[in-house]
């Protein structure tokens, strides 16, 4: 761990209650956000966004069954284009056959959890309770003055 720097930040300090400087470290040998286990000679690319995490391996070696690892929290929601997850509880991580005739290797995560969809549903059931109860003293106003004509 290599310390960069240190800045005192006025607005930030006295937010946060904080009496002593900001200080920035950057890790030394630090294997990125992804990387091939036991293949550090592969390299790896990372493209995200949101709700997608896609990973390009490109390599050299002939045929090679490997672990990739993605350094992000394996949370809820999150599924692969394979779906043969590695059940490791910390990282998300994907058995992967390195193959340099199938250059380059492809793995892409969806963030796409089910609470989204209920909730979805929810909020709709809810707009229509309560547009039904806007509407219903409409209704039941020209209903009863039908009635009122009627009888009379």
Do not use: C
Request: no cysteine; charged share 20%; proline share 6%.
């Amino acid at each position: 761990v290599t310390l960069i720097g240190e800045i005192y930040d006025a607005l930030m300090n006295r937010a946060l209650a904080r009496r002593e400087p900001f200080y920035f470290y950057s890790v030394n040998n630090a294997l990125g956000r992804a990387y091939v286990e036991d293949h550090p000679e592969v390299s790896v690319t990372v493209t995200s966004s949101p709700h997608n995490v896609e990973v390009t391996l490109n390599t050299d070696l002939k045929l090679s069954p490997a672990e990739l690892v993605l350094t992000d929290l394996d949370y809820p929601g999150w599924s692969n284009t394979d779906n043969e997850a590695n059940g490791n509880p910390l990282f998300r991580r994907q058995q992967v056959t390195l193959n340099q005739s199938e250059n380059p290797t492809t793995i892409k995560w969806t963030y796409n959890p089910w609470t989204v969809r209920v909730g979805a549903i929810i909020s709709v059931a809810g707009f229509l309770v309560l547009l039904l109860v806007a509407i219903s003293p409409l209704y039941h106003r020209r209903l009863n003055s039908k009635i009122v004509e009627t009888l009379n």
